[in-house]
């Protein structure tokens, strides 16, 4: 297992140290992502496991190195954690003195096979002769070439290396079988660019706490790959009140700069405090008052009641504000919300009857103004909004001083979408479009959480401090949408461009 941290090293480290350079004629070649011949008579390798305890096969390092350091804030440098970590002891002194000299354009293959790690990486042509150094004068293993790895006490690793000039590789092992077994294992664990698999009792021999019981990763890059695991965190709940029930379908739209659904797993608990806070701030008004209050209390009730706990947030371009709402009944969750909306509208129009003027909000409602399909988009205008809505929204308002709303229901989304902003409308409009087209609620009720970010991790961390800063993120790079659906005995969590 300390071996394959090195190689997980390698990948941070492929940006500092730079491609290879061309092979010219008289260079051993090597032969890309088929299996290294060895130049050497070797003994039986050792029989690969279906799912070996720790395995790391990497096709294509340089790409990966890249892709991942291309996600890292643009004020740290690369991996400079692991990098402080391998100057002080993260990995043992053999792993530190070799690394400068591992091609990265090229695959490396590691594997924890009957409680021996085994190691393959390819060795840069024109650095051959500096690991051949690093070996001269070890004590010879078998006939062939292997040497023993000089360790301090205690420290953990394979015993033997075999550094094969003509093929290109250094070998890492336990014993003889062990380096035999590193010259297939691109055959064997090489049919995807990305597979990782790591064993929780394994790992904690070397230092590494894992919370599952093992992880798998398997995919082409870091913006496509599936991770599974064995066993659950039930400190997950406690972290954060989810359910399996996410919205999926409403997040996969280029629209979306950056947008999150999951079901809400304690919405009823919270539905039944906030209507008893209701209550009593209604049953302390005046008589007058009351029964306006109540009666829109009512109607605020049937709409609310249905609502599932399925919910979405996103922003999207321009200053806008995309929710999602669930409804096992979408078509009586609108017409409720049109029964909530008809109320406060005649109740405002009552207040500005007696005289109370500019402390009334203005609210201007149009129904039915477009469709997309057989689905219906309402909208609204709340007018002279800067004096009703909270500073850190005002983002939302447009060039006229109003905040603009749309909102629809569609039954394939699964409930009611809302877009605040500028252009809401038309912002809605192109939604539903997506929609239509994306996986349906029925086809996410096991998706414990899905979001898709089109910003770079550096736009996120600034969020995280301000989050009024929201409203104002740009999309930065390729939407890429993130599922995650808890299994009976684990989690599935797949990551792929939108």
């Given at each position: 297992?300390?071996?394959?941290?090195?190689?997980?090293?390698?990948?941070?480290?492929?940006?500092?140290?730079?491609?290879?350079?061309?092979?010219?004629?008289?260079?051993?070649?090597?032969?890309?992502?088929?299996?290294?011949?060895?130049?050497?008579?070797?003994?039986?390798?050792?029989?690969?496991?279906?799912?070996?305890?720790?395995?790391?096969?990497?096709?294509?390092?340089?790409?990966?190195?890249?892709?991942?350091?291309?996600?890292?804030?643009?004020?740290?440098?690369?991996?400079?954690?692991?990098?402080?970590?391998?100057?002080?002891?993260?990995?043992?002194?053999?792993?530190?003195?070799?690394?400068?000299?591992?091609?990265?354009?090229?695959?490396?293959?590691?594997?924890?096979?009957?409680?021996?790690?085994?190691?393959?990486?390819?060795?840069?042509?024109?650095?051959?002769?500096?690991?051949?150094?690093?070996?001269?004068?070890?004590?010879?293993?078998?006939?062939?070439?292997?040497?023993?790895?000089?360790?301090?006490?205690?420290?953990?690793?394979?015993?033997?290396?075999?550094?094969?000039?003509?093929?290109?590789?250094?070998?890492?092992?336990?014993?003889?079988?062990?380096?035999?077994?590193?010259?297939?294992?691109?055959?064997?664990?090489?049919?995807?660019?990305?597979?990782?698999?790591?064993?929780?009792?394994?790992?904690?021999?070397?230092?590494?706490?894992?919370?599952?019981?093992?992880?798998?990763?398997?995919?082409?890059?870091?913006?496509?790959?599936?991770?599974?695991?064995?066993?659950?965190?039930?400190?997950?709940?406690?972290?954060?009140?989810?359910?399996?029930?996410?919205?999926?379908?409403?997040?996969?739209?280029?629209?979306?700069?950056?947008?999150?659904?999951?079901?809400?797993?304690?919405?009823?608990?919270?539905?039944?405090?906030?209507?008893?806070?209701?209550?009593?701030?209604?049953?302390?008004?005046?008589?007058?008052?009351?029964?306006?209050?109540?009666?829109?209390?009512?109607?605020?009730?049937?709409?609310?009641?249905?609502?599932?706990?399925?919910?979405?947030?996103?922003?999207?371009?321009?200053?806008?504000?995309?929710?999602?709402?669930?409804?096992?009944?979408?078509?009586?969750?609108?017409?409720?919300?049109?029964?909530?909306?008809?109320?406060?509208?005649?109740?405002?129009?009552?207040?500005?009857?007696?005289?109370?003027?500019?402390?009334?909000?203005?609210?201007?409602?149009?129904?039915?103004?477009?469709?997309?399909?057989?689905?219906?988009?309402?909208?609204?205008?709340?007018?002279?909004?800067?004096?009703?809505?909270?500073?850190?929204?005002?983002?939302?308002?447009?060039?006229?001083?109003?905040?603009?709303?749309?909102?629809?229901?569609?039954?394939?989304?699964?409930?009611?979408?809302?877009?605040?902003?500028?252009?809401?409308?038309?912002m809605l409009q192109r939604w539903l479009q997506d929609t239509r087209r994306a996986t349906p609620e029925a086809g996410s009720r096991r998706h414990l959480a899905a979001a898709?970010?089109?910003?770079?991790?550096?736009?996120?961390?600034?969020?995280?401090?301000?989050?009024?800063?929201?409203?104002?993120?740009?999309?930065?790079?390729?939407?890429?949408?993130?599922?995650l659906e808890q299994l009976p005995t684990g989690y599935d969590l797949r990551v792929q461009p939108l």
């Amino acid at each position: 297992m300390r071996a394959l941290r090195f190689l997980l090293l390698l990948v941070s480290l492929a940006p500092a140290v730079g491609c290879r350079p061309k092979a010219t004629p008289t260079e051993p070649q090597q032969q890309g992502t088929t299996e290294p011949r060895p130049s050497v008579s070797l003994p039986r390798p050792l029989p690969l496991p279906e799912r070996p305890t720790g395995l790391l096969f990497l096709r294509d390092p340089q790409s990966i190195a890249r892709a991942i350091a291309a996600e890292l804030p643009s004020t740290m440098p690369p991996f400079a954690a692991l990098l402080q970590q391998a100057g002080s002891g993260f990995l043992g002194a053999f792993e530190r003195n070799v690394f400068p000299y591992v091609a990265f354009d090229h695959p490396w293959t590691g594997v924890q096979i009957q409680a021996q790690t085994i190691l393959q990486v390819p060795i840069r042509p024109d650095a051959l002769d500096d690991v051949t150094a690093l070996l001269a004068g070890a004590t010879p293993a078998g006939t062939f070439g292997a040497v023993r790895i000089t360790r301090a006490a205690g420290e953990p690793g394979p015993k033997l290396a075999f550094l094969d000039k003509p093929a290109g590789v250094l070998t890492l092992a336990d014993d003889l079988h062990g380096i035999a077994t590193g010259y297939e294992l691109r055959k064997g664990y090489g049919k995807q660019p990305i597979h990782l698999v790591a064993n929780a009792q394994t790992a904690a021999r070397f230092g590494v706490e894992l919370p599952f019981s093992s992880v798998e990763i398997v995919g082409t890059s870091p913006h496509d790959f599936r991770l599974t695991t064995q066993g659950l965190l039930p400190e997950l709940s406690e972290l954060a009140p989810l359910a399996p029930g996410a919205l999926t379908g409403s997040l996969q739209s280029p629209l979306l700069v950056v947008g999150a659904s999951t079901r809400y797993a304690p919405y009823q608990a919270d539905l039944q405090a906030l209507y008893r806070d209701l209550r009593r701030e209604i049953s302390a008004q005046s008589f007058f008052v009351r029964g306006t209050l109540e009666d829109l209390f009512a109607r605020f009730q049937g709409m609310s009641k249905h609502w599932n706990g399925r919910v979405m947030f996103g922003v999207a371009p321009g200053n806008h504000v995309m929710v999602g709402m669930g409804a096992d009944n979408p078509q009586a969750a609108g017409h409720a919300a049109l029964h909530l909306v008809a109320g406060v509208l005649e109740n405002l129009k009552l207040a500005q009857m007696i005289g109370l003027g500019e402390a009334v909000p203005s609210l201007r409602f149009a129904r039915n103004t477009a469709a997309v399909g057989e689905i219906q988009i309402h909208a609204m205008v709340l007018k002279q909004a800067r004096q009703h809505v909270p500073r850190e929204f005002h983002a939302l308002i447009d060039e006229r001083g109003d905040l603009g709303f749309a909102w629809a229901v569609d039954a394939h989304a699964g409930g009611a979408l809302l877009v605040a902003g500028p252009q809401a409308p038309a912002m809605l409009q192109r939604w539903l479009q997506d929609t239509r087209r994306a996986t349906p609620e029925a086809g996410s009720r096991r998706h414990l959480a899905a979001a898709t970010v089109a910003v770079r991790p550096e736009q996120l961390l600034h969020v995280s401090s301000n989050p009024s800063a929201a409203l104002l993120l740009r999309p930065s790079r390729p939407p890429m949408r993130v599922v995650l659906e808890q299994l009976p005995t684990g989690y599935d969590l797949r990551v792929q461009p939108l």
